[in-house]
């Protein structure tokens, strides 16, 4: 997969869900703080976000605010509006409007859930709010999204449960693709992942690492994957990236790592190889630098929390 996808895949804990919502003012909401990415999504109205560290953002027809760290936020009708407690950004459950009365707001709004302990720099160096405003001819791809996603919610039929999902998925790859894309509106982004993501040079060492991190990579056959030599690339992966290039390779291994674990019981050592260790004990000594466990027993905590009811 390309960089962005295995950011994303890598964070995953469980399947996202959502709802449309409908609503008459005055009408406020808070959200506490979860372990994942919140999205609202305005079909037909506006309403303000009020994010906890961020000044507030309003929210006219088309617009997307991404809340990617799952941090504590309200929604409402206007900024003067008092806010009640909600569980999650799925949970809004609101009364319908009587009969005749068509609703002020329309949203879609849901939660996906991440572990936010191991974030991927990409996604842990977002703003608070993703903010994509609605403009004439602005990313075609995600406002056909949006349409097939709250089709769907509004008329649910056979497939939907498998639909939903996808389109939510979707939604927010398309949504962390615009915002990127937005960065670099005006020339090539100076500095970050959006820099490093548009840079050829830094974008193919890292495409590189995410295809093979089980490779015997060195910073000099990075350094060739993208065309430089090896000072030079080691100094603009650093800068771009927030790390040598040897110290994301480990994390990245580290990172793929945990998600085999997670995923079946393959042998310990299988999974050593798969990311490019040929001894067992040297991955096991890495892997518990990173998460502060073995191997083993971060499976047999992992499937324990997984069976969890």
Known sequence: MDVLSDAVTAMRTGRPHSSRTRWNAPWGVRFAPFAGAGFHVVLQGSCWVFPQRAEPVRLGVGDVALLPHGTSHGLADGPATPLREAADPGSLQPAPPPDGV??????????????QDRRHPLLAE?????????????????????????????????????????????????????????????????????????????????????????????????????????????????????????????????????GLLRADDRPVQRVAEQVGYVSEFAFAKAFKRAYGTSPGRYRRQENTATRAP
């Open 102 to 115: 068509p609703a002020a707001t329309v949203l879609l709004c849901g939660a996906y859930l991440l572990d």
């Open 126 to 258: 977002l703003p608070e709010v993703v903010h994509l405003s609605s403009r004439v001819g602005a990313h075609p791809e995600l406002r056909a999204v949006i349409e097939l996603l709250g089709a769907e919610l509004d008329r649910p039929r056979e497939g939907s449960a498998a639909v939903v999902p996808a389109l939510l998925d979707t939604l927010l790859l398309y949504t962390l693709r615009a915002w990127h894309d937005e960065q670099n509106v005006g020339g090539r982004p100076s500095q970050g992942w959006p820099a490093a993501l548009h840079d050829p040079a830094v974008g193919a060492a890292l495409r590189a690492i995410h295809q093979n991190p089980g490779r015997a990579w060195t910073v000099q056959s990075l350094a060739a994957v993208a065309g430089l030599s090896r000072s030079p690339f080691a100094r603009r992966f650093t800068a771009l990236v927030g790390s040598p290039p040897l110290a994301y390779l480990t994390w990245w291994r580290m990172t793929t790592a945990a």
